[in-house]
């Protein structure tokens, strides 16, 4: 603990905020306790095991005062006495346990000197995604999503994958515009493993996943990147 004047004290401090994703939208909202009417806050943002394509925006109530993408840090910035700090998020996988750490030290002082946050960029690109990322098609009338990229992304699908138990089903991905992918398959065909190349289609949308067939599921896999536009 230190002060800086015989009446003030500065002294660390570590804030986690523990939120779970929307399991549809992927959205998420974490909020901190409002600020005590004496101290003011100083500290810097970053939620690690965000995905690389989430977006953060930073509030002291309803002003925003900042933003930042997926596992990238924010700050330092201050908080002013009486001021709540907040964030939303999207872009995160839907269903999952996130925790968002305001880290900094806490003042007394009745004038803390002006601190701006480091000039940003990101250090996490939003390139070379890689790999099967799930989407589960579950019994309709439920639905899986994708949310919509960041503004300025777009998905880019190299192929999609089905893996059924063989019961007759139809599979189909959507946007809010267009269908990207169907498939209807007999109980006799067990789809199990096909895969479906899409050649780079870009989607700037969210994703949705069904399975037609009522009381059925099915699961499918996008192979995708996340690029800027």
Do not use: K
């Not at 401090?13 to 939208?25: E, F, H, Q, S």
């Not at 998020?89 to 880290?103: H, R």
């Not at 089903?169 to 990207?180: G, K, P």
């Amino acid at each position: 603990m230190s002060t800086s004047s015989p009446n003030a004290v500065t002294q660390p401090i570590a804030r986690p905020v523990t939120v779970t994703a929307n399991r549809l939208t992927g959205y998420a909202t974490f909020t901190w306790e409002s600020i005590p009417v004496s101290q003011t806050w100083v500290g810097t943002l970053s939620c690690p095991a965000a995905p690389y394509f989430a977006a953060m925006t930073v509030f002291n109530f309803a002003d925003q005062i900042g933003f930042f993408r997926a596992s990238n840090a924010f700050g330092p910035f201050y908080l002013p006495a009486g001021g709540q700090l907040s964030v939303t998020a999207s872009g995160l996988t839907s269903g999952t346990q996130y925790t968002m750490f305001f880290v900094g030290y806490v003042s007394t002082e009745m004038e803390v000197p002006p601190v701006f946050p480091n000039a940003y960029a990101d250090t996490v690109i939003a390139t070379n995604q890689g790999g099967l990322q799930g989407v589960t098609l579950i019994a309709a009338p439920t639905s899986a999503s994708l949310p919509a990229p960041p503004v300025g992304f777009a998905y880019r699908i190299h192929s999609i994958t089905t893996l059924s138990a063989g019961a007759a089903n139809t599979a189909i991905l959507y946007t809010t515009s267009f269908t990207i992918f169907a498939a209807t398959w007999a109980a006799t065909s067990f789809q199990t493993g096909s895969t479906f190349l899409m050649n780079g289609l870009l989607v700037a949308d969210s994703i949705t996943a069904e399975s037609v067939q009522s009381g059925l599921s099915v699961d499918c896999y996008i192979s995708y990147d996340v690029i800027a536009i």
